[in-house]
Every structure is written in C-alpha cells, then in structure tokens.
C-alpha cells in the first residue's frame, strides 16, 4: 500500500531524518493559520497519490497574504481525476543542491538495492545519460540489519557527509515498516542542513497486518470486498466478466479476450481449491458489476473440484449468461451439473473465450 | 529431470495441517506408483511423536534429518512462520526446499533465501506450486494425472496456467522430465536461470518452456542463460492486457515504475530470437518443432 507523502514524511522523522516544517489541513478556512506558523512563504502540496503531481497542477506556492486564495484553488481542483482532501502546507526551502536516494528491491539479486544520484527533481534521467557516474547503486545483502559502511562511502563519495545518516535511516525504516520502495526525491541541501524535500513509502501488502494497518486504501470498494473473500480482484472496464483459479490462468484468460478483440470487465482469482460457496460468492460479485453482460468460469482442476464449481455457479442464479470451461478433478460430475441446469459448459479456454465475446458483442 | 528424482526423501514441514496432510498422502500415493522414496517425515513444532498417513512426525527438522536423511522438504507453513522453516530446512542441510505458502512478507523471504543459499541451499517459491518430474517425484502439489514423462522442462511463474500448458503437452503426446512452478512473488529463491542451469545439464531434457507474466525481468534472465547454453526455449508471457500498478493476483505479478510489462518483454525475447507463443495451445507446435 502506497502511503501519501505526509504520512511517509512523518514515518521517516521518527528515523531522524530532517524534514520540513509543515502542516497538514483538510479546509481551505485553516491555510491562512497554516501558513503563519510556518512564517514566510510556503508550499501547498496536493496529498494525492499520482506520479507527475507537481506538473498535473497539485503543488501551488504561496504567502501568508494569498495563503487562502491558493488553497481554495487546490482544493477545488482534480488532480489526474482525484480530489483533493488534503493539502500539507510545508515551509518553502532554499535549495542549494539536490540528491536522489531510492531503496526497492531488486529481483534478480534478491536484495535490497540503494539507488543514488547527484541531482534530484525531474532531472534524474537526464543526469544519468549525461553523467553516469553521478548515479550509483549498491546491493545490500538482506543478512546485513544496517547499511555498511563501505556501501554508504561508496554511494556518497564526494557529497556532503551529512547525506550519510540519512541514507542510513532511510535503510531502517524500508526494513522495519516492510516497505517494497523507500525514496527522497529531492533531498535537499539548504542553508540549515539535509533535508528530505519529498518522501514515497509503499508497504508490502503481505505485511500490513503487523504494520497494524487494517485497511488497504488501494483497493477500491468492490476490490476489497473481494480481497475479504479471499480473491484477488482487479477491476477492468470492458463487459465480459471473468473469474479463474490461479492468477496465471486467470490473466491468460484476459489476454485471449483481448486477442478475440473483446474486453473484460474485471480480472478475479477465487484461488486454490475453492468450494462451492466461493464460486457463488465469485459469481455474483462480478454479476453486481454493471457494465458486465456476460460472465466466463474458466477453471482447471487440481485441489479444485468441478462438481463444486458447477454448483456454486447454479446457486448464484445470476441473470447474465454464464459460459463455463471446466477440466480436471470430477470434471464429468461438474459437466453433467451444469448442463442439467442449462449452462453452456466448453471444452477449451479457446472456445470458451470466442463464445463469450461473441455473446458480449451481441 | 531436476531438483528430484525416485530416490529423494522427502520432509514435509507443517505436516500436521490441513494441506500438509492432504498432500503428505497425494506424494505418497504418487511415490508408490513409481517406487520412490516419498515423503518419509514429517515436521510441526510440539505435535512431535504423532503419525501423519503413517509418515512419523518430529518436533524440529534436525531430528527428522538425523533419522531418515532427507533431501528435500516441502513447507506447508503458515506465512508468519514460512520464512523460519525456509531457515530451519536450510540450517538442518536440506538441499532443495519447496515452499508452498503464499503472503510471506518479502523482506522475511529475502532473508530466509539469502541465509538458505550461504548453506548450499535451493529455495523453490514461495508461493508456488512445486515441482513433478513425471515417473519420478511428486515434490509439491501439482496434479499429476496430467503429466506424462518425455522430454520438455517446463518453468513457470504460476501454477493452473502450467497444468494447463502440462495438459495441453500431454494431448500432443509431448512428455515433460520436470516441470518446476517457480512462484509468483516478487522475491524468489530457484529462477528461471537456476532452473534453465539444471536443465541444460540434465540429459533427459531436450528442450524448455518457460511460461511468465508482468513484473520484473526474470524471463529475459533467463531466455539469456538458455541462449548461451544452447538450450532450446520457447516462450508464454501472460498478462499482455494487464493494467499498469495493479496486482494481477500474484504478488509479483505488476507493472510498476512503467517496468515489466508484457508487450515489452515479448518484444525483448522475439528481439534474443527467442520464439514466444501468443497463446498457451500454440506452445505443443512450438516446441515439438525443437525435439
């Protein structure tokens, strides 16, 4: 789950990491306030969660005079689609030099991995192409509790020492909040020291629950109800709905319906050895979505049973056609179900797709 | 065939629950068909002296080891515990390690991975469905009345999409020596290159399927290590109508930061000559033209 930039801000302070005064309002009547505990002039920054925000109109600058005026503008503005509800009003920064200092995790390494760059902002690509050596990146074995020193001189070779601690903290709190992707972007030198200008933090989904999150604000309303199910959910905007077991299934079915020049509506795994009341709760779940015209049950059998499938499908009673394609375990049981009760049921994924794109287009 | 063969001795770890249990009996059922070894311990803290289907259980994983000398285990643990029994396996020197469970956090499976492969360890997952050397070892969950012995390796992310790809096989009447399901977590132990490794240096296997999907780059890993080891791939990559930043089931399985998308590693691997299936049915016809 993304965390928005103040929330991350306030999570790496308690790591010690600078960052700038600020304060976080929900209404344009607090700005005027805001902006006066701060003194001078300010930041207005959009706390929504979209790339390229400062571009997309979501970080405006003010004084204590138009402090109000320019809130109401944010406010009152949709940033890529999304409204603003809260805005952090941060003093505005002298700005001496930009950094970049990014920790995800690498795939093929396994590890962690420490991303650095002489230069920060939006110029970070451009830096790298004119100047590779001014961007460095280290592994980090997942053995090691703390960033080693040799690491930390090599990132930072030439560069304010002051960048160190917070390189090192910043490792602490990717590890100890479970994050997938920890990032200053810019860190900035001013007159007073290091400080973290921005902050993105994402923690592992697998891991909220002893980051005592409860609720993952990514999803949205139906994608949660989903996940309470157990199935993984995605929603899409076609009119063929689609449920799998497997998510590779599952996405080789999506991808047929694209090749057949059809659209699917969502994307839902009900996973591994799902009885009959998660088949029906799937089914209806996608039959409530209501561009979906037609729902297509393509399910391989292994720890799944198809004769549970087949009566989960019959008990949802949905009013939208339903094409099956079942194979595997208690395949010829699930078959004779369902065509007793009137459903089409095919051999192949292949035919099972074609039938049910043909019948969304009709 | 890889990882297994009719000889290994199998330890199942999280023995006592539910898909322990089930599956110590499905391994079992399957070594008797072929003679093999099977699963001949089984592990779950403070249930030692129990029997599960006749496999005697233990306490802790050196005790199981220091009797039957297993080889292998399969983790069944649930996900706050997976990642200590990846590291217990590896600390009693098991060399290959399945772990089944999904939802470990990825920092608890880095570790454990790392740790696993300073012993000599092999991790494979987790979050994935195992393996099958058809004729040989059931190491895992994979249903095996789909497999047939010849000489195709199959590695894959998932694991319905392989038995659909396995069945498909099967019908053409093109065996498989292993088919290993890797896992579908962002961070994971055996990859495609470890695998393509073992294959290219097992003589039953004559020519590899690798199956993957959106996020990251394993696949081109590992289409690259096939190449300069002149072993014959074809290629699937589901998820070509995947949306970008969302979680396609797996937890690997996203396009994030504009990074491993479908379309851009199709072209990749077609760019390394590699020959990629638009459609699983396609891969039988694709692959029979390599044996």
């Known amino acids: ?362 | 065939m890889i990882y297994c063969d009719k000889q290994t001795r199998i330890l199942v770890q999280g023995a006592t629950g539910n898909q322990g249990a089930f599956h110590i009996d499905l391994m079992n059922r399957y070594a008797q068909s072929v003679s093999g070894a099977g699963v001949v311990a089984g592990v779950t803290p403070g249930k030692g002296g129990r029997e599960v289907h006749g496999v005697p259980v233990y306490d802790t994983v050196r005790e199981a080891v220091a009797i039957h000398d297993t080889e292998a285990s399969v983790i069944f643990v649930p996900a706050g515990a997976a990642a200590d029994s990846i590291m217990e396996a590896a600390d009693a020197g098991i060399k290959t390690i399945v772990t089944i469970t999904e939802h470990i956090p990825v920092h608890d499976v880095m570790r454990a991975i790392a740790y696993a492969r300073s012993c000599g360890s092999a991790v494979i997952g987790p979050n994935c469905p195992g393996l099958l050397s058809p004729g040989e070892c059931r190491l895992g969950i994979m249903p095996s009345p789909l497999f047939m012995r010849g000489p195709v390796g199959v590695i894959s992310r998932s694991g319905t999409l392989t038995y659909e790809v396995v069945d498909e096989l099967t019908r053409a009447g093109i065996g498989q020596s292993t088919v290993v399901g890797i896992g579908g977590d962002p961070v994971i132990g055996e990859t495609f290159v470890d695998c393509i490794r073992r294959f290219s240096e097992d003589s039953y296997t004559k020519a590899v399927i690798l199956i993957g999907e959106v996020g990251g780059a394993l696949e081109i890993d590992g289409a690259e290590a096939a190449l300069s080891l002149d072993l014959p791939i074809v290629a699937y990559i589901a998820g070509v109508s995947a949306p970008k930043e969302k979680r396609m089931g797996h937890a690997g399985a996203i396009i994030e930061g504009g990074e491993g998308d479908a379309a851009s590693k199709i072209e990749r691997l077609k760019a390394m000559g590699v020959t990629v299936a638009t459609r699983p049915s396609e891969l039988p016809a694709y692959i029979s033209t390599l044996l």
């Open chain 1, 1 to 362: 789950m993304k965390l928005l930039e103040y929330e991350a801000k306030k999570v790496f302070s308690t790591y010690k990491i600078p960052i700038p005064a600020s304060t976080l309002i929900t209404s344009v009547g607090e700005a005027a306030d805001a902006c006066k505990k701060i003194g001078g002039s300010v930041v207005l920054k959009a706390q929504v969660d979209v790339g390229g925000r400062g571009k997309a109109g979501g970080i405006l600058m003010a004084t204590a005079d138009d402090a109000e005026t320019v809130a109401n503008d944010l406010f009152t503005r949709k940033i890529k689609d999304l409204t603003v509800k809260e805005v952090l009003v941060e003093e505005r920064l002298s700005i001496q030099k930009e950094y970049f200092v990014s920790i995800a995790i690498d795939r093929s390494s396994r590890s962690p991995v420490i991303l650095f760059a002489e230069a920060g902002g939006v110029e970070i690509e451009a830096t790298a192409g004119e100047r590779p050596d001014a961007v460095r990146s280290a592994r980090v074995s997942p053995l090691f509790d703390e960033v080693p020193g040799f690491i930390l001189r090599y990132l930072t070779r030439g560069c304010e020492k002051e960048i160190i601690p917070v390189i090192s903290a910043l490792y602490r709190a990717f590890r100890e909040k479970d994050a997938l992707l920890a990032e200053i972007n810019p860190l900035v030198i001013t007159p007073s020291g290091v400080i973290a200008a921005d902050a993105k933090l994402i923690i592992d989904d697998n891991a909220l629950a002893r980051q005592g999150i409860t609720e993952n604000r990514d999803l949205t309303e139906r994608e949660a109800e989903a996940e309470a199910h157990g199935f993984s959910y995605v929603e899409l905007n076609g009119s063929i709905g689609v449920i799998g077991n497997g998510a590779g299934l599952t996405m080789a079915t999506l991808d047929l319906i694209a090749h057949h020049k059809g659209a699917a509506a969502n994307f839902l795994d009900v996973g591994g050895g799902a009885g009959s009341e998660r088949v029906m709760y799937a089914v209806r779940l996608v039959a409530s979505v209501p561009d979906v015209k037609v729902i297509i049950v393509n399910l391989l059998g292994g720890i799944t049973r198809c004769d549970e499938v087949a009566r989960g499908i019959i008990a949802a009673g949905v009013s939208q056609q339903v094409i099956v394609r079942l194979a595997g375990t208690n395949e010829a049981e699930g078959r004779a179900l369902l065509e007793g009760a009137g459903y089409r049921m095919l051999d192949t994924m292949e035919a099972a797709v074609a039938a049910a794109v043909l019948e969304a287009s009709s």
